[in-house]
T-cell receptor
Framework: KAGVTQTPRYLIKTRGQQVTLSCSPISGHRSVSWYQQTPGQGLQFLFEYFSETQRNKGNFPGRFSGRQFSNSRSEMNVSTLELGDSALYLC???????????FGPGTRLTVL | DQQVKQNSPSLSVQEGRISILNCDYTNSMFDYFLWYKKYPAEGPTFLISISSIKDKNEDGRFTVFLNKSAKHLSLHIVPSQPGDSAVYFCAASDSGSARQLTFGSGTQLTVLP
């Protein structure tokens, strides 16, 4: 089975811009979660989607949003980018009843 | 307030010996625990997990031990191999928000040949 894929792998944006990141889960996985990894804060949960519905949300401002499509693919959007949004954004997928999450390689976002 | 703590930022072990990575948690609602391994520029790779109804789970060279009363878990790698050198994260979740993983800060394991 192919693993979780994320595009793009690297992205450079400037402050104030917006960005959309994409994630394709493992085939058959219907749950997609997003995490942010920074040197200072470590790995932090952003949100989780299941059957096109956001089921869970972490402690991030409303500038961070996401959606899931009927084929379980997910996108994450960050508007009005700030320097502090520079991070590795990781997507993870899991089975509907599974606790184990399987991560993609991440998208490295740099905000200048 | 860190709910999952890995107090050792780094650990060095000789090849062939046992590596023991430790993790403590404070949230008593956590009932599922996982260990991930991460190489630079890659996403975390799932290693092994344990439910709170168990106190040990084994998979090949990897064994996870859970001590609920102490709110402590550990990952044992025996024997350690140079390819095990990576950052190891423990993570926890509770049944109410099963897919919201709370991660520790990670431990860099270096296995010396």
């Amino acid at each position: 089975k192919a693993g979780v894929t994320q595009t793009p792998r690297y992205l450079i944006k400037t402050r104030g811009q917006q960005v959309t990141l994409s994630c394709s889960p493992i085939s058959g996985h219907r749950s997609v979660s997003w995490y942010q990894q920074t040197p200072g804060q470590g790995l932090q949960f952003l949100f989780e989607y299941f059957s096109e519905t956001q089921r869970n949300k972490g402690n991030f401002p409303g500038r961070f949003s996401g959606r899931q499509f009927s084929n379980s693919r997910s996108e994450m959007n960050v508007s009005t980018l700030e320097l502090g949004d520079s991070a590795l954004y990781l997507c993870a997928s899991s089975l509907a009843r599974g606790n184990e999450q399987f991560f993609g390689p991440g998208t490295r976002l740099t905000v200048l | 307030d860190q709910q999952v703590k890995q107090n050792s930022p780094s650990l060095s072990v000789q090849e062939g010996r046992i590596s023991i990575l430790n993790c403590d948690y404070t949230n008593s609602m956590f009932d599922y625990f996982l260990w991930y391994k991460k190489y630079p520029a890659e996403g975390p790779t799932f290693l092994i997990s344990i439910s709170s109804i168990k106190d040990k789970n084994e998979d090949g060279r990897f064994t996870v031990f859970l001590n609920k009363s102490a709110k402590h878990l550990s990952l044992h790698i025996v024997p350690s191999q140079p390819g095990d050198s990576a950052v190891y994260f423990c993570a926890a979740s509770d049944s109410g928000s099963a897919r919201q993983l709370t991660f520790g800060s990670g431990t860099q394991l270096t296995v010396l040949p």
